[in-house]
């Protein structure tokens, strides 16, 4: 009888010892997202407000605040794209989707295309895929605690930690920038004017698989691979400026590959549109599909104004911009 009562002494102090660990580790994590929410709340106090565009509130229309911070801000036809797989988070015509923003990140300026006025907006967005990160290491980061997690039905912002390991930090070295082959003898480094030789190679864009040149920027075509190239300690001296350390994103570093991939985003996704425009007119006449083409091709030329963005979706469409 003393055996028995013994051991069920012992079973309710080994409950109540793991019953008082776990209230011990749930107030410790209540209290870190108290504190988490608060440093998101000072950072979002300090943040400058600009008041949201036409674009921004088309997709923030169904949010009872509409955000003006920099975590919501965007430039022109106001689309958000994750960093890392350039998946549009924000579309005016279509749904919106869940995104994260890192705010330990400085904002950046971004220049608008339509009027030249510079906008300071959020410098690391991502998806949910690459947010949770999975295992894949696809998207590493080099901060992982303070990030806004935004609803996009509601516009809910709420602050989250993010599930994956920091990145490791380093310095750029030279052998990060690819070496670039069949460079014409005599041409030189378009920073300092000294000619390439062997010695004295001709570099591309730190991590850059397609080895491009000098990012150019002209009206019609956006961001293009100028085939201007700069020798090593130039290169390495202009990438700096940009980051002192290798960014998390290593393909972000040539403007040239994010254009690229950013245009096949929305190759992608205006083909999407077209498709469910196509649907929407159900099985109706062939005239109510056209109507519903032109009409979706219309909204998205009224949205874009960048030349190399409409011309994709001439192209997806067949159609020409009546404008």
Same mark, same amino acid.
């Not at 549109?273 to 519903?292: F, P, V, Y």
């Given at each position: 009888?003393?055996h028995?009562?013994?051991?069920?002494?012992?079973?309710?102090?080994?409950?109540?010892?793991?019953?008082?660990?776990?209230?011990?580790?749930?107030k410790?994590?209540?209290?870190?997202?108290?504190?988490?929410?608060?440093?998101?709340?000072?950072?979002?106090?300090?943040?400058?407000?600009?008041?949201?565009?036409?674009?921004?509130?088309?997709?923030?229309?169904?949010?009872?605040?509409?955000?003006?911070?920099v975590?919501?801000r965007?430039?022109?036809?106001?689309?958000?794209?994750?960093?890392?797989?350039?998946?549009?988070?924000?579309?005016?015509?279509?749904?919106?989707?869940? @995104?994260?923003?890192?705010?330990?990140?400085? %904002?950046? =300026?971004?220049?608008?295309?339509?009027?030249g /006025? &510079?906008?300071?907006?959020?410098?690391?967005?991502?998806?949910?895929?690459?947010?949770?990160?999975?295992?894949?290491?696809?998207?590493?980061?080099r901060?992982?605690?303070?990030?806004?997690?935004?609803?996009?039905?509601?516009?809910?912002?709420?602050?989250?930690?993010?599930?994956?390991?920091?990145?490791?930090?380093?310095?750029?070295?030279?052998a990060?920038?690819?070496?670039?082959?069949?460079?014409?003898?005599?041409?030189?480094?378009?920073?300092?004017?000294?000619?390439?030789?062997?010695?004295?190679?001709?570099?591309?864009?730190p991590?850059?698989?397609?080895?491009h040149?000098?990012?150019?920027?002209?009206?019609?075509r956006?961001p293009?691979?100028?085939?201007?190239?700069?020798c090593?300690p130039?290169a390495?001296r202009?990438?700096?400026? @940009?980051?002192?350390?290798?960014?998390?994103? %290593?393909? =972000?570093?040539?403007?040239v590959?994010?254009? /690229? &991939?950013?245009?096949?985003?929305?190759?992608?996704?205006?083909?999407?549109?077209?498709?469910?425009?196509?649907?929407?007119?159900?099985?109706?006449?062939?005239?109510?599909?056209?109507?519903?083409?032109?009409?979706?091709?219309?909204l998205?030329?009224?949205?874009?104004?960048?030349?190399?963005?409409?011309?994709?979706?001439?192209?997806?469409?067949?159609?020409?911009?009546?404008?």
């Amino acid at each position: 009888m003393f055996h028995v009562s013994s051991m069920r002494q012992n079973s309710f102090n080994l409950f109540a010892s793991n019953m008082g660990e776990q209230r011990i580790k749930f107030k410790e994590k209540r209290n870190q997202m108290d504190s988490l929410a608060q440093v998101i709340c000072d950072w979002q106090r300090a943040c400058p407000a600009e008041p949201p565009t036409a674009n921004m509130l088309q997709w923030m229309a169904a949010w009872p605040t509409k955000c003006p911070l920099v975590c919501c801000r965007a430039t022109d036809c106001a689309t958000i794209q994750c960093a890392f797989c350039h998946v549009s988070l924000t579309s005016a015509i279509g749904t919106c989707k869940l @995104r994260y923003e890192c705010t330990e990140c400085a %904002p950046v =300026a971004c220049e608008s295309f339509t009027t030249g /006025q &510079r906008h300071v907006v959020s410098a690391t967005t991502m998806c949910e895929t690459c947010f949770v990160w999975e295992g894949t290491g696809r998207a590493p980061h080099r901060h992982a605690d303070r990030f806004l997690r935004i609803a996009p039905l509601s516009g809910q912002h709420t602050a989250v930690a993010r599930p994956a390991p920091c990145a490791a930090m380093r310095g750029l070295l030279l052998a990060d920038f690819p070496l670039i082959l069949g460079v014409v003898a005599g041409e030189c480094c378009c920073a300092c004017c000294d000619t390439f030789s062997a010695e004295n190679p001709a570099v591309g864009q730190p991590f850059c698989t397609e080895r491009h040149g000098v990012c150019g920027f002209d009206l019609r075509r956006g961001p293009f691979d100028s085939r201007c190239f700069l020798c090593g300690p130039c290169a390495l001296r202009d990438a700096e400026a @940009r980051s002192n350390l290798a960014y998390d994103n %290593p393909s =972000a570093f040539c403007r040239v590959c994010v254009h /690229q &991939r950013a245009m096949e985003q929305f190759r992608l996704e205006f083909t999407g549109d077209r498709a469910a425009a196509l649907a929407s007119a159900g099985n109706g006449q062939m005239d109510e599909g056209a109507t519903a083409v032109a009409e979706c091709h219309r909204l998205l030329m009224s949205i874009h104004k960048q030349p190399w963005i409409r011309d994709i979706v001439s192209e997806v469409f067949g159609l020409e911009s009546t404008e």
